[in-house]
């Protein structure tokens, strides 16, 4: 009888999350989550993240033994023939050509697949959550950044060089003023991502404008404005928020329309920190401005533009199932 138990790890900025995962039906057996520290550097982030994996196995009553292998989602750029981490700008320096997979490997003894995080996510939502069922599928994460995942023919299509999905750095406005992290200007990631809301908001209250959203940074004794803040502020009718949302949405309805004149998929799955607070009702607008552009606009409105199903789950369901299907020749 087949394992198809496999471990899936999601290696974030701020916290590590490892899963024991049933591929077969997507199932939870055991967890853990810890802070990742990426100050300890590399080296110390991957100490952790095998004693997370070690927790999770402990949670879900296993062994080592028991465990067919590992799948990781790394937030860059991954060679995933080597397993060595090109780079992790969320991580710091000392990630650029770290060999994550050779260092796991030693201490677990498994085979090990990487890639990059918002492909494991994809491939999560496609396997257990929202895109189930079709073999053509576009997943859109919105957080600190923008990310994409694509799935073809019921596989993660990964491109000539491993880099496609990378709708964060499609150009939706070359003359912009608004540098992204890549160095190029008007990138989708600074137009709609949580960053940009952020930044559209500071921006406005610098200029004088009455806003709830210093109040609450207050309260809460935080600096950043997350996504929860966001939404609070939304709730409460604050016109800077909205109007900082409205832009955002606006972007993404346009982000999401180039990519449907490109790949022409049968589902559209947005997730990350934004979505998974102000939920369905964010699509609204999302949906009207994608379907505005579409070039085909015969039965636009049937292409379905939905919230992501798996939440914080997506990403090591995900990276198990990568890891079974490449270990597997899948």
């Not at 997943?139 to 709708?167: H, M, P, W």
């Not at 160095?183 to 809301?197: F, K, P, V, W, Y």
């Not at 709730?235 to 004149?261: E, F, P, W």
């Amino acid at each position: 009888m087949a394992n198809n138990t496999y471990i899936g790890v999601d290696l974030g900025g701020t916290s590590l999350l490892a899963a024991v995962v049933d591929t077969f039906n997507g199932r939870i057996m055991g967890e853990s989550k810890r802070k990742t520290r990426p100050e300890l550097g590399a080296a110390g982030v991957a100490d952790r993240l095998v004693q997370t994996i070690d927790k999770a196995i402990d949670d879900a009553h296993l062994k080592r033994r028991d465990i067919a292998g590992i799948g990781i989602g790394v937030p860059g750029p991954i060679d995933v023939e080597t397993g060595v981490v090109v780079r992790c700008e969320n991580l710091g320096p000392t990630w650029d050509q770290f060999a994550l997979g050779d260092t796991v490997k030693a201490a677990f003894k498994l085979p090990i697949v990487l890639d990059n995080d918002v492909n494991v996510g994809a491939v999560g939502e496609h396997s257990f959550g929202a895109g189930k069922g079709f073999s053509e599928m576009l997943a859109i994460f919105v957080g600190t950044g923008v990310g994409g995942g694509i799935i073809s023919a019921d596989k993660l299509y990964a491109g000539a060089r491993n880099s496609a999905g990378e709708v964060g750095h499609m150009v939706l406005a070359a003359d912009s003023a608004l540098l992204c992290n890549c160095g190029q200007a008007g990138c989708a990631e600074t137009l709609c991502s949580r960053t940009a809301i952020e930044r559209d908001i500071r921006a406005a209250i610098a200029s004088g404008a009455a806003s709830v959203v210093p109040g609450i940074l207050q309260e809460t004794e935080r600096d950043d404005i997350s996504a929860g803040i966001i939404g609070d502020a939304y709730d409460a009718g604050d016109a800077v928020t909205m109007a900082a949302v409205a832009k955002a949405q606006r972007y993404l309805g346009l982000l999401i329309a180039s990519c449907v004149n490109l790949l022409d998929p049968q589902i559209i799955v947005v997730g990350g920190g934004v979505l998974a607070r102000m939920g369905e009702s964010y699509l609204v607008p999302v949906r009207r401005t994608a379907q505005e552009h579409y070039i085909n606009k015969m039965n636009a409105d049937r292409l379905p533009i939905v919230c992501a199903a798996l939440g914080d789950y997506a990403g090591v369901i995900g990276a198990a199932v990568l890891a079974r299907e490449r270990l597997n020749g899948g």
